[in-house]
């Protein structure tokens, strides 16, 4: 089971989930997803268009916002923020494990 954290009300941040663990994220009732995790970083991850069409099957906005493993620039910040106020809430950011998206959105809530 894909275990999610809560940052704010209305962000959490996971690990990548499975195109399997969609309908559960649908379930817990998330309504975008942002993918921080470039494709191909790892040969066993699902791409980004894989869970992009599984989202849509599923009702979800989805975007792609990939972040190196260096972590965030600030140019990812701001496009993060952008993202945050255009998605519809509650939004789940995922990365690898979930520590670049956590840092993601802990840059985008220091700077609000």
Known sequence: ???TKKLTPEISVCAQ???KDIALL???GFKSIVCNRPDGEAI???LYSEIAQTCAYAGLKTAYLP???DGPTAKDTAHMAEL???LPPPVLAYCKNGARSEALVNAVTAKA
């Open 26 to 28: 649908h379930t817990l």
């Open 67 to 69: 972040v190196s493993a």
């Open 17 to 19: 989930p499975s195109v």
């Open 1 to 3: 089971m894909i275990e």
């Open 44 to 46: 066993d991850q699902s």
């Open 84 to 86: 945050l106020k255009s």
